[in-house]
Structures are given as C-alpha cells and as structure tokens.
C-alpha cells in the first residue's frame, strides 16, 4: 500500500467540496496527507474541467483522480494529464466522446428525474423537501436537510455539455455502482462501468450520495486504486 499519491476529490451535482467530508477524514486517518477536494462553480463542463486540471497540475508526484455523480464527467473530460495515474468513479457518470450527462440520464430516467426543477436564472435544483428521498435517502434526515439547503446547483445548459474525448479510455480506472440511486438509474452505471472495463467495480446497496452513506467502503475503492501508483 502506498500513501504517497495525491488524491483529488471531484464533487458533482447539488454539492460542492464539502460532500466529501467523511471521505476525507477517512483517509486521512489511514495516513492520506495529500488530500484535496476542488470546488467547480458548476457553469459548464470546460469551465469546470479547467478548474480540476489547474487543481490537478499543481500536484507534485502522481495523482489519483475521484469523481462523484457528474464529477465523474469532469474526469472523463480532464483526466488525461501525465501526472493522473488512476481515475475512481462514484456512483458517476463517464461519459465517452461525444456523450453528455444529459444524454445519458435520458437513456433510464432515474427515479429522481421529476424532483428536479429550473429557476429564473437557469439554474438546475433538487425540490428542498424532495431532497432526502433523491438524493441521500440512506441519510439522517437533519444531514439531509443540511445538504438540500447548501446544494450547489448547476447552470441547466451543463447537463448537454459533450466529452471531447474520454480520459477513462487512456488511464486506469475503478467504479463504484450505488444500487439504490435515484439521482443516476443504476443500469445507467452499470453499461458505463462495463464498457470502461475497470480493475475493479464493486456495488453498494447505497444511494446517490453513497461518499457520505458508506465513507469507508468508498475509501476502501480510492486506497485501492492509491495502492497501484
């Protein structure tokens, strides 16, 4: 096993750095001490591919790359610079080239895809009282209400953005499946982790937010991938 690698955490969707909290407070306890979780502002997949590769490029030494929901389409995007030694996807999608998360979602409808509502500005929210049941239903009801009044919308129009092409295609890859997700329809996962023909795809009876339900498991996936660098 080796802790030497810095890992980067990529949040998606409804959630910033922050949903990584249990994540990193694990693996720090495991001696991780290059640790770091990028916070997109979500306005689109260039913008917020850029924000990760800056993050990525200031690192000294290998990176392991670790992407949430639609973190894991930033990964795709971004994940091809010569320090990124392993991509880790989380309940995420992995888009290949030409694809958008927004196609995607409309191959399986997730059971969430009603609970989703625009504002006058064009931003994407999770319905405030439909939040524990979309998103985190494996959750205490006060860490849910904590996380729908902090979600982090995005600009609608990010959820069409394509991949230019797919860094998952390039570098070593593993994938986490969340059983029980409503935000991203499981077979949807399921198709994007076989075709990516990961080193390892583990599933978890867990919801979308399965970084924040199952922490050591999800940490158990990203020391893996640590471990190979």
Request: hydrophobic residues 40%.
């Amino acid at each position: 096993m080796s802790n030497s690698a810095s890992i980067v955490l990529v949040h998606g969707f409804w959630g910033g750095a922050a949903h990584w909290g249990k994540v990193i407070t694990e693996l720090a306890g495991r001696g991780y001490g290059s640790l770091h979780a990028v916070d997109m502002p979500l306005t689109s997949l260039a913008d917020d591919a850029e924000r990760v590769r800056k993050m990525v490029s200031q690192q000294e030494g290998p990176v392991v790359l670790v992407g949430h929901s639609y973190g894991g389409a930033v990964l795709s995007q971004a994940g091809d610079l010569p320090n990124v030694a392993a991509l880790v996807f989380i309940a995420a999608f992995a888009p290949d080239a030409g694809e958008s998360p927004g196609g995607i979602t409309q191959e399986d409808l997730p059971v969430a895809a009603p609970n989703l509502v625009p504002d006058s500005d064009g931003y994407l929210w999770i319905k405030r009282d439909k939040f524990h049941e979309s998103f985190c239903q494996d959750l205490t009801a006060d860490e849910a209400l904590v996380m729908a009044v902090t979600q982090k919308a995005p600009l609608s129009g990010t959820f069409g953005d394509t991949i230019t092409a797919a860094a998952w295609r390039k570098k070593p890859c593993w994938y986490q499946i969340s059983s029980q997700d409503h935000m991203i329809a499981p077979s949807n996962q399921a198709r994007m982790a076989s075709r990516m023909e990961p080193r390892k795809t583990i599933t978890l009876d867990a919801s979308h937010a399965s970084l924040a339900s199952r922490p050591k498991e999800v940490s158990d996936l990203i020391e893996e991938a640590a471990a190979t660098v």
